[in-house]
T-cell receptor, first 114, second 113 residues
Framework: DGGITQSPKYLFRKEGQNVTLSCEQNLNHDAMYWYRQDPGQGLRLIYYSQIVNDFQKGDIAEGYSVSREKKESFPLTVTSAQKNPTAFYLC?????????????FGPGTRLTVL | AQSVTQPDIHITVSEGASLELRCNYSYGATPYLFWYVQSPGQGLQLLLK??????LVQGIKGFEAEFKRSQSSFNLRKPSVHWSDAAEYFC???????????FGTGTRLLVSP
């Protein structure tokens, strides 16, 4: 089945640690996105990538980093510089680079800082 | 800049009653509009979208939405709500050639027996 997978589903981090969230898609989509979701704030865009080896900052990129070495993979690293990382993280993808297209979402990763 | 407003944070509807969730957007050009649904702890599922053409769009699970340019609105409707419709609903707006979507803050739907 085609879709987007995110792992792990739950992640716990100690303060000062970097953690990496995985996002993989087998939809052959060009574009991929990372969102952060906090209660009452909707979805906020962290980073997005339209093609391999290229990505752009979203609205809240500080304290996060990404890479796009393969079309199907777009991992997100939450660094120790992110002051309040506890949140629900959603990965999405859409078909065509440079166009407005429907975004499809993965199941999400809940990150908790201990 | 694009923006989306969902004025209702929570809505409670009796099972079998009709539903309307409000969405207002701000954008100068013709918007691309989306409604997504999210069950607790899950990702977002696309209900329906509007890009152009007929302003009344049909989606999955019996939902529909109407684009009203004069009111800058894209309200979601369902004639008869089922208990399984209890979830959070997000409206989003994009624009032609603009890769990013802007999401509203969501409306949580509660369904009473």
């Amino acid at each position: 089945d085609g879709g987007i997978t995110q792992s792990p589903k739950y992640l716990f981090r100690k303060e000062g640690q970097n953690v990496t969230l995985s996002c993989e898609q087998n939809l052959n989509h060009d574009a991929m996105y990372w969102y952060r979701q906090d209660p009452g704030q909707g979805l906020r865009l962290i980073y997005y990538s339209q093609i391999v080896n290229d990505f752009q900052k979203g609205d809240i990129a500080e304290g996060y980093s990404v890479s796009r070495e393969k079309k199907e993979s777009f991992p997100l690293t939450v660094t120790s510089a992110q002051k309040n990382p506890t949140a629900f993280y959603l990965c999405a993808s859409s078909g065509l680079a440079g166009s407005t297209d429907t975004q499809y979402f993965g199941p999400g990763t809940r990150l908790t800082v201990l | 800049a694009q923006s989306v407003t969902q004025p209702d944070i929570h809505i409670t509807v009796s099972e079998g009653a009709s539903l309307e969730l409000r969405c207002n957007y701000s954008y100068g050009a013709t918007p691309y509009l989306f409604w997504y649904v999210q069950s607790p702890g899950q990702g977002l599922q696309l209900l329906l979208k509007y890009f152009s053409g007929d302003t009344l769009v049909q989606g999955i699970k019996g939902f529909e939405a109407e684009f009203k340019r004069s009111q800058s609105s894209f309200n979601l409707r369902k004639p008869s709500v089922h208990w399984s419709d209890a979830a959070e609903y997000f409206c989003a707006v994009g624009a032609r050639g603009f890769q990013k979507l802007v999401f509203g803050t969501g409306t949580r739907l509660l369904v009473s027996p």
